[in-house]
């Protein structure tokens, strides 16, 4: 006489946000030199009519001069505070996302298992900005710089750090330069300097995972099954974000100005549309796209490593929690 197996409990959301943050933190470190090249890219020829000069002519470039010019620190430029707002953003995202998936799924009356696409969209988008305004809340009582930015995703300091942490370049600089010795002396610069003014991915990767063993194309806990989820996922990511992403990096990395009444304000864009539409004015649509390429290198493996790492170590975590290792 066979047994089936007790399915096992969901994870907690503590769970969920420490098992996401683990696997955010190895997806980043393997994709944070495709960041600094998508940075640099993004700051090259800013505002420029026809681009200006090209100081590196693609992502590859600009790891390889990176590389030779500033070795692994150069590479791995803004490595720190990376960490520290994947964990807040990915692991709060990833933590929130069953739960809230779930409930949602109970509130009109379907099993809390079934993938239906409202409720993962929904749960995707909220989980997302639960993720967002953790990493936001988590430093403002220390610092936030919001004069530059219009929402308080926008003003999270951890991603501010980082891209003009990666920006920085002592050998071939692009954009306005930031130097910092360490993220705690970034921390204080800009607070001394500037005080307290100073939807996608989840639910196209649960779809895409739920059609493949749905048609009995793969297992669910094939390595092939999470690879090939992560990597529509981060297609689907890429083909949205792109201009969002290049404003993000512009009225992060822009110097401030004082004005006569105190406050510090940006001296380049006055907000991400003021930005969209410079950038447009000087650079044309393709402005919008600068570090595509560098922004794929760095996304689609980031995507994979994060969404399959979390499902490797949830599954490892399960099975020890369980007592079925």
Known sequence: MSIAATPSRPLS?????????????????????????KTRMQLQGE?????????????L????????????R??????????????????????????????????????????IPFTSVFSGAASGIIGGQMAFVDASS???????????SLGNPFFLIKARMQAYSPVLPVGAQHYYKSSFDALRSIWHAEKLRGL??????????????????????????????????????????????????????????????GRHVGALYKNPIDCLWKTLKAEGPLGWY??????????????????TANDIIVGLYKRIRDGHL
């Not at 098992?19 to 090249?37: F, L, Q, Y």
């Not at 470039?61 to 692994?72: M, Y």
């Not at 720190?80 to 707002?85: R, S």
């Open 13 to 37: 959301t503590i769970e969920g946000f420490v098992c996401g943050g683990m696997a955010a933190c190895v997806a980043v470190t393997v994709s944070n030199p495709a960041e600094v090249a």
């Open 142 to 152: 220390a610092w936030a710089h919001t004069r530059t930015s219009s929402t308080a």
């Open 74 to 115: 150069g590479v791995q430029r803004g490595l720190g505070p990376a960490y520290v707002y994947q964990i807040l953003m990915n692991g709060s995202r990833l933590g929130f996302y069953e739960p809230i998936r779930r409930q949602c799924n109970k509130l009109i009356g379907a099993d809390p298992t079934d993938q």
């Open 290 to 307: 600068k570090g595509s390429t560098a922004h794929f290198l760095r996304i689609v493996p980031h995507t994979i490593v994060t969404l």
């Open 47 to 59: 505002l420029a009519k026809k681009g200006g000069e090209k100081v590196y002519k693609n992502a």
């Open 61 to 72: 470039d600009v790891i390889a001069k990176t590389w030779r010019n500033e070795g692994i």
């Open 200 to 261: 996608v991915q989840l639910p196209t990767y649960n779809w895409t995972k739920n059609q493949l063993v749905s048609r009995g194309i793969s297992r669910a806990d094939s390595i092939w099954t999470f690879l090939a989820s992560s990597s529509v996922s981060g297609l689907c990511v890429l083909t949205m974000m792109q201009p969002t992403d290049t404003v993000l990096t512009r009225m992060y990395n822009q110097p401030t100005i004082r004005t006569p009444d």
